[in-house]
């Protein structure tokens, strides 16, 4: 037997117990003729002390030699401490060690295995299994693990099944581009990893499985914007013989009772949004609410008056800052060029101070009086104390850029709170994308998604007009789940290749199955998936996946400790067939 107890549990009922422990040697003490090492695992940190009257010459030296994050076994009586630490479980008690085995000894790891570390990001992932001792990341896969195994627990008791599909496929269709892997037995020919198992969770339902689930990973190969992984984890699920308010009530009542077992907060009806509401309100499909901010569209009281700007625009809209008014001139200039930053990309702000005697003054006064400004105030909510900031131009890209500024506002107000959740559902998004490179449509969610009833017509005439069956769930201002009611007779999935711009040919060769399929009793059917990374993070009180992931991959994709990817040697591109055409 290795040990009888771990590091994190004994304490003052233990006294006198002969134990034996082991783990790795945190950092000891050397007066001398006294050795204290702090021993750690999994579970905690428990005291060891080798002293001179009570441990032989020979164990004295071999305590002393102990390096940092050696592996050691030892034997011993637990005593009461003389100066106890009451920040730490076992603070009451050490272990006056009897019997040393060092297991392993360790070089010297190249960042402290503490907290607070000096390592970079480069260097802990480089040595990630150094970094998973320490106790934020350990403490965050615990974590991890904790919500998975709710999931599991809530839609196991739910019916649902939780059934693996295959990572080795053919193209899917959530719109980015595929992992490709060649195969050696069908020369010339290529498997792609997943995007989402979309279809496959289709089919189960056409084969009858009617509530699925599974934690899956999922592969895309996207250019990573910042906290992407190429590779991530969802909860997808799917449900047959179901309405669009099933799937939200479902999904709710795991939302919420993930955020009961595991943040011990209870949230009642999670509130539901249009998505074009959304987009007026806030400028963004994922609004956080946890705050106000909310936006106030002044086209009907800030144009036509003598400033070409706004009159040239096709949007004016502004927001409330609370107890902006306060910011010196130094801090507005500041905040201007914060959203003329090529990120954020607006062309400049007009604001307006909201004074504590009601008056106000805006930096374009020469064109509007008291009277109009009152009406911006009214219109954005602003209060006495605040300052109405104001950006004007393409709906699009305006109402993007003011979203970022009201993020960037709350964050250094302090109003995005880590600990205070705000569940939404967003709904009716659009069908179609207009996507400016193709110059053509795309399906936002994807092409299996169905039109609100009634409006495949319109998709002839107004495309970009016609609304989904497709929801998002968002929490605090990130998407955290999405999905769709789907299509389920051949006639319309086919239609909707058609107007995707698919020929038959290219519906047929790479959809065929599911439209098959369809022909053989599909019931109605519909689901979601949960970005479980995500989820996980933001439940944690985290922005940054990362640290929620055992092994992730840095901003170029590329794993740093196995150091993939890498090349692979000519007998293996010879047996795949493959010939490489490098661009550099
Ligand atoms: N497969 C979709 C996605 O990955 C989710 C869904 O529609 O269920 O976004």
Not at 262 to 284: C, H, Q, S, T, W
Not at 414 to 422: N, S, T, V, Y
Not at 482 to 509: N, V
Request: proline content about 5%.
């Amino acid at each position: 037997m290795y040990r009888s107890h771990n590091c994190g549990e004994l304490k003052t009922a233990n006294i006198n117990e002969e134990v034996t422990l082991a783990g790795w040697v945190q950092k000891s003490r050397d007066k001398g003729f006294i050795v204290w090492v702090d021993l750690r695992d999994r579970y905690g940190i428990t005291q060891l002390v080798f002293d001179e009257e009570r441990t032989s010459t020979a164990m004295m030296q071999q305590a002393q030699n102990l390096g940092r994050e050696f592996v050691i076994q030892v034997k011993g009586t637990v005593i009461e401490r003389a100066s106890k630490n009451p920040n730490m479980p076992t603070g009451d008690i050490e272990i006056l060690v009897s019997e040393l085995n060092i297991l392993n000894e360790a070089l010297l790891p190249p960042f402290t295995i503490e907290d607070k570390t000096d390592g970079g990001e480069d260097l802990r992932m480089k040595y990630r299994y150094l970094d998973i001792r320490r106790n934020p990341v350990k403490e965050s896969l615990i974590f991890r693990h904790k919500v998975t195994q709710e999931v599991r627990n809530y839609l196991s008791k739910d019916g649902f099944i939780e059934v693996e599909t295959p990572y080795l496929i053919k193209s899917t269709p959530e719109g980015a581009r595929d992992f490709v892997v060649p195969s050696r037995m069908n020369e010339g020919q290529f498997y792609a990893l997943p995007q989402s198992p979309q279809t496959f969770k289709q089919l189960l339902m056409v084969g009858g499985m009617d509530k699925y689930f599974q934690i899956v990973k999922c592969f895309r190969d996207e250019d990573l914007r910042a906290d992407r992984q190429p590779e991530f984890t969802q909860i997808d699920c799917e449900m047959a013989f179901i309405e669009q308010e099933d799937i939200l009530n479902t999904f709710e009542g795991l939302t919420r009772h993930l955020l009961k077992e595991v943040n011990g907060v209870d949230i009642e009806k999670f509130p539901r949004m249009l998505y074009d509401d959304a987009m007026r309100l806030y400028g963004n499909d994922k609004p956080d609410i946890r705050f106000g901010m909310e936006f106030g569209e002044l086209n009907d009281v800030a144009q036509h008056k003598d400033f070409g700007v706004f009159n040239n625009a096709e949007l004016v809209v502004g927001i409330a800052v609370p107890g902006g008014n306060s910011y010196t001139r130094k801090e507005i200039d500041k905040l201007i060029d914060w959203v003329k930053r090529p990120q954020v990309g607006a062309l400049g702000m007009v604001y307006c101070r909201c004074n504590d005697d009601g008056s106000f003054k805006s930096s374009v006064d020469k064109f509007y009086d008291q009277d109009d400004l009152a009406k911006w105030a009214e219109v954005t909510g602003a209060k006495a104390g605040d300052l109405i900031c104001v950006l004007s131009g393409d709906k699009n890209k305006v109402r993007a850029q003011l979203s970022a500024l009201r993020m960037e506002l709350a964050e250094r107000l302090g109003l995005r709170k880590p600990d205070e959740f705000a569940p939404l559902w967003v709904m009716d998004f659009p069908l179609l994308e207009w996507d400016e490179d193709t110059e053509r449509y795309h399906a936002m969610h994807h092409p299996f998604t169905s039109p609100k009833p009634g409006q495949l017509e319109l998709l002839k005439t107004n495309p970009g007009d016609v609304k989904a069956n497709a929801y998002d769930l968002v929490l605090n201002g990130n998407e955290i789940g999405g999905g769709s009611i789907r299509i389920h007779d051949k006639e319309t999935q086919s239609l909707m290749f058609d107007y995707l711009g698919f020929t038959p040919e290219e519906a047929k060769a790479q959809f065929g199955f599911l439209m098959d399929a369809f022909q053989y009793g599909a019931p109605p059917h519909g689901g979601l998936a949960f970005g479980l990374d995500r989820l996980v993070a933001i439940l944690g009180g985290q922005e940054t996946i990362r640290d929620f992931i055992a092994f992730p991959k840095n901003n170029s994709g590329r794993d740093v400790m196995i150091d993939a990817p890498a090349p692979i040697d000519n007998e293996q591109l010879t047996e795949l067939s493959l010939k490489l055409n490098l661009k550099s």
